[in-house]
């Protein structure tokens, strides 16, 4: 306390103590898709993501997307279902296929530079052909190719969750139904086998509420803002499912029997009820192991989270000296979040100490790492499940109908 009955210098020391993690960013998009100005490609998006219908409009109008590109009716559908801030990653539209796949590859590698996108999407990539000044063809090996580049890198940043599309079939409902198993199925088991758990694919397209002259678009974008109202309003450990999608229909309009050919392969749908309320109805990640502990998207995007959170707290006690004392804030800052998401329904367990663990001490640690100027901490985390499957068995006897739910 300041000393202010003798003259003289009176000096007050103020620790700077580094204070609460606060969550990370879950809901920031970035968006690959192809444009046609070659010299607005460096600078498109700037540092600072475009936060309205209004900026991206006027960065549509730099960059001029090639007629037929999606940009523009996919980022509508993301601002209207929810979303508030995009990168754009521009793809210089090119006439062949190598010169794509470099430009794809290229804007793929920019992703590092924006260190807060935590959700990914590239839905020109679902068109048959590609529009540039002609239209290119593209197949499965194209698509299969970027998709593994870009889900690898959600892998690598550790922090970043892709949303694919189904590519466009022609055909019956039925036989599309059946080629997006099989594309599916194929993709998980060869481009997505190592990191499918760091991506999710939604089915069928959706008719932008504007912006798209009545053309069918893939989901992926609209999808995303329906990620960013969840994240908001109830928070990132929550199936973004059985939520409302804002679109003016869709096509093909699944049945109940696509549904169950669809779901275990790992397809999200979007479902019309009645009413034509249109839902998101699913909350899986393309992981190739059905018995992964990453099955559900939301649980992958909790720990993407729960990465970002972390890494941020923590950056402001680097160079702390390596010792007990700072071993304790450690663990007390991580054990205030952990609890946090414990109270907020996000870890399972009846109390803290089932629901999570923080270890940051000479167990953690060994004398290598206390030599080489490293600080370990180990944290766990037991995380809910979103309930896919309700049961209910009804049955009848002479005491009266009883009810049990499973």
Known sequence: MTNTTMPGVSVTVIPDAPGPLRPASSSVLGIIGLVTKASSVPSAGGRAPLKSWTEVKNKLAELVPPSGGLLRPCLYGFFDNGGQAVHILPVLAKPDLQGLQTE?????????????????ACPDLAMPDLKTDVQVEIDEGFRSGVYKKLVDECARRQNCFAILDVASDKGSPDKTVAGVVERVRKLKADALKENGSYAAMYYPWVRPAAESEGELVPPSCHVAGVYARVDRELGVH????????????????????????????????????EGGVDKVWGCRTLDSNSNSPWLYINVRRLFCNAVDTIRLGLEPRVFEPNHPNLWAAIRRDLTVYLTDLWRAGALAGATPEQAFLVRCDESSMTPQDLADGRCVVHVGMAPT??????????????????????
């Not at 009848?396 to 009883?402: A, D, F, H, L, R």
């Open 104 to 120: 794809f590859e290229a804007a793929i590698g920019k992703l590092r530079t924006y260190p807060d996108v935590t959700i990914v």
């Open 238 to 273: 929550r199936a973004p499912a059985n939520q409302r999608l804002k679109a003016k229909g869709m096509s093909p309009v699944l049945t109940p029997p696509d549904i169950e050919l669809l779901n275990p392969a790992g397809v999200n749908c979007i479902r019309t009820f």
């Open 385 to 406: 499940r979103p309930a896919e499957f309700i049961e209910v068995r009804i049955s009848q006897s002479t005491s009266g109908t009883q009810v049990t739910i499973n």
